[in-house]
């Protein structure tokens, strides 16, 4: 059995990026700045400090005692909220309670017949079993080890399978086809379901190339194909087929410098089956073009890749915030105890159930695992009761610097650290971690902001990057880290 190297330096290289949306309410009541020099009780602070953010829209919170569970401050929050990526802070704790800190996800290569004099007189498969971070690279290190077989060609059929977990050719259907941060999943995943389009001018021509990249190998594929057509706009169009995904590119938007993006694809497993050749073929392995297995996998195990331990893969997810990861786990976890599972919101519902029977928890809606779609919600209240009796994913989310509302350097405060995972969908911003005070108390905090209104009204085709989503996301942001701080400040001491 081999593990592929890098998996977590492949992830940062190809730059994970969180998905753009939103779902959100207005505020049920709207509190009035209060006029300069007036001096605000300690207890109407956070309040104050919403009131001035310029945030629009809904903002509720919750913060309490991490070892006693007492509500220190509060705003709504009971009230359903779009939770965004910080819905992977339960995806974390719902996969190790499930699966264990130690779980792997493998990959096997399966030959079904005899090899005679270099030849697989039967069928090859490779079959998935639904690792998310499965690169190019883990498949070359598959090929070579079925070559080290003694198989350099094959009489029958290249199977690819993929039914370890549900699939579908995207995680929500209400996001526009050409981001990245919403691919396929399924039992067969590679390089985060997601192409590499890179252009490079050359004169008057531009090369393109639509590549399976990885650190070591990067194949081209023929399952995801580019064209550069003339036309004013849109920038791209995507037209789905019967076995790959075809894509068309304005010429002019291209420019005249090098440049590249990733692109979403459409047909996980023949993707990967069609890497897997590319890779093969260098080590003198020749085989078709894969067929999507409709029955289990046959045969014996000639090769094998396993992902990292979960708890890595964890990690990975919360800190580049893949939302492939997320799924992944999140189904492999739903279907441990051996019932079958539908579908990716059936997974959802599950998590959500298990929710409610392991901490309590009252009201929420889980479509997904990695918060990408619309219609998951989930209250303050609720997160911060997970969260502090699930400490398992404290230790896998990110340092976060409190800057010292007393200065004006930026500097962070003295004696306080804080760990937290971020949310953000089109006018949706979260924040759910813990806050270390300098007396050493600990404290949980969900904090989350959404704008409903103005998420509804964007356009499917500008959802990638709205109007004045940024500006908006950046007062939400502020106003998130204002109340970290007094937090921090206020409640001190037990």
Request: some cysteine.
């Amino acid at each position: 059995m081999m593990n592929s190297p890098s998996r977590r330096a492949v992830l940062a290289g190809m730059g994970a990026v969180a998905g753009h949306a939103a779902l959100a309410e207005a505020p049920l009541t709207t509190e009035r700045p209060l006029p300069r020099g007036v001096v605000v009780p300690r207890e109407g602070r956070t309040n104050a400090l919403v009131a001035n953010s310029g945030v629009n829209g809904a903002v509720t919170f919750a913060l309490a005692d991490a070892e006693t569970g007492e509500m220190l401050d509060m705003r709504q929050q009971g009230r359903p909220m779009p939770p965004a990526s910080t819905l992977k802070a339960v995806t974390s704790i719902y996969a190790l309670d499930r699966l264990g800190r130690d779980f792997q996800f493998e990959t096997k290569v399966l030959a079904d017949g005899k090899i005679v004099d270099g030849e697989l007189r039967g069928d090859l498969w490779l079959v998935g079993g639904g690792d998310p971070t499965l690169t190019s690279d883990g498949l070359a290190d598959l090929a070579k080890a079925v070559a080290e077989a003694g198989i350099s060609r094959i009489s029958g059929t290249f199977f690819v399978w993929a039914d370890a977990l549900p699939r579908s050719d995207r995680i929500d259907s209400d996001q526009p086809d050409v981001v990245a941060y919403n691919p396929s999943y399924g039992g067969l995943n590679l390089n985060f379901n997601r192409v590499h389009f890179e252009w490079i001018p050359d004169g008057d021509e531009i090369e393109i190339t639509m590549q399976a990249r990885a650190l070591r190998f990067s194949p081209e594929t023929n399952v995801a194909r580019m064209r550069m057509v003339d036309r004013p706009g849109p920038v791209y169009e995507y037209k789905k087929g019967l076995q790959a995904d075809y894509w068309s590119v304005a010429r002019d938007s291209l420019g005249k410098k090098p440049g590249a993006r990733w692109l979403p694809v459409r047909f996980p497993a023949l993707y990967a089956g069609d890497a897997f050749r590319a890779v093969a073929r260098l080590q003198g392995l020749k085989l078709p073009f894969p067929e999507v297995a409709q029955n289990p996998a046959v045969g014996r195990v000639i090769a094998s890749t396993s992902s990292e331990k979960l708890e890595d893969v964890l990690t990975g997810m919360m800190r580049y915030s893949t939302n492939l990861t997320a799924e992944a786990v999140g189904m492999a976890a739903s279907l441990v105890n051996g019932v079958p599972l539908a579908n990716l919101i059936g997974s959802g519902s599950r998590m959500a159930g298990w929710a409610q029977m392991r901490f309590g928890t009252r009201r929420m809606t889980f479509r997904d695992h990695s918060g990408l779609g619309y219609d998951s919600e989930i209250n303050a209240q609720d997160m911060v009761d997970i969260l502090r009796q699930g400490q398992d994913c404290e230790g896998l989310m990110k340092s976060l610097a409190i800057a010292d509302p007393g200065r004006t350097d930026g500097k962070p405060m003295e004696g306080v650290s804080a760990v937290a995972k971020t949310g953000t969908l089109n006018f949706v911003s979260s924040l759910v971690g813990y806050i270390y005070t300098k007396s050493g108390r600990k404290l949980v905090f969900a904090i989350f902001t959404a704008d409903k209104q103005r998420r509804d009204s964007i356009p499917t085709e500008l959802r990638e990057r709205p109007p004045g989503s940024r500006s908006w996301a950046n007062r939400s942001r502020r106003l998130q880290k204002g109340l970290l701080a007094e937090w921090a400040e206020q409640f001190e001491r037990a």
